[in-house]
């Protein structure tokens, strides 16, 4: 009989604090969800993401859900192929794009009116540490003039690191906060730590 009442109890400890270890964690992500909310009211907030594989759509779409963004995929006019994506090949067209950083490949879309934005985040994969040609095609493809931009990412090794360097460097009159590689990220607490 004492070992079903020390039993009982000891399940009885292991939920208590299990619930209380998941209304922390709740109380945590809703603290964040606020503060988010907080720094982007009356802000007009892009998402505009490039995505590969699918892995930086993910994170665009948890991004844009926790700022209320609009979700603008930045999609290729020539889709890549699993051949143009193998970096092991000098001859791939991701390769041929990172080896001559001019090379700005087409976007199919526009953004409708990129002036109503206030904030601007744009994500993409990691290719060689730094963001793929195409993000200078979209960077250079509007005014981003007095809009805050913010960078995240996707990597399957290395981490954000300077991979933004060369879009801040093309959009001088826009206002670059610190990026973050949102891989397995949250994204309420990466917006969270910015200083809108």
Not at 64 to 71: E, G, I, M, P, Q
Not at 87 to 103: F, L, M, Q, T, V
Not at 157 to 180: I, M, N, R
Not at 190 to 195: G, H
Request: proline fraction near 3%.
């Amino acid at each position: 009989m004492k070992k079903i009442f020390s039993l009982v109890l000891m399940l009885l400890f292991m939920f208590t604090v299990g619930c209380g270890s998941a209304a922390n964690t709740d109380a945590k992500t809703n603290k964040e969800e606020v503060k988010v909310t907080n720094k982007l009211q009356n802000k007009k907030v892009l998402v505009a993401y490039f995505s590969a594989t699918g892995t930086t759509k993910k994170a665009a779409a948890a991004l844009a859900k926790a700022t209320n963004a609009d979700l603008f995929e930045i999609v290729p006019e020539q889709p890549y192929t699993s051949e143009d994506l193998n970096y092991r090949n000098n001859s791939s067209r991701s390769c041929k794009e990172h080896a001559d950083g001019s090379i700005r490949p087409a976007i199919k879309t526009k953004v409708a009116d990129m002036k109503k934005y206030d904030v601007v985040f744009v994500g993409y994969p990691i290719w060689w540490g730094m963001a793929p040609n195409i993000m200078k095609t979209f960077v250079e493809s509007y005014d981003f003039s007095g809009k805050t931009m913010v960078a995240f990412c996707t990597v399957y090794s290395s981490g954000f690191g300077f991979s933004d360097s060369e879009l801040k460097a093309l959009t001088p009159k826009a206002k670059w906060l610190q990026g973050e590689d949102l891989t397995n990220g949250d994204a309420s607490a990466f917006v969270a730590k910015l200083k809108f």
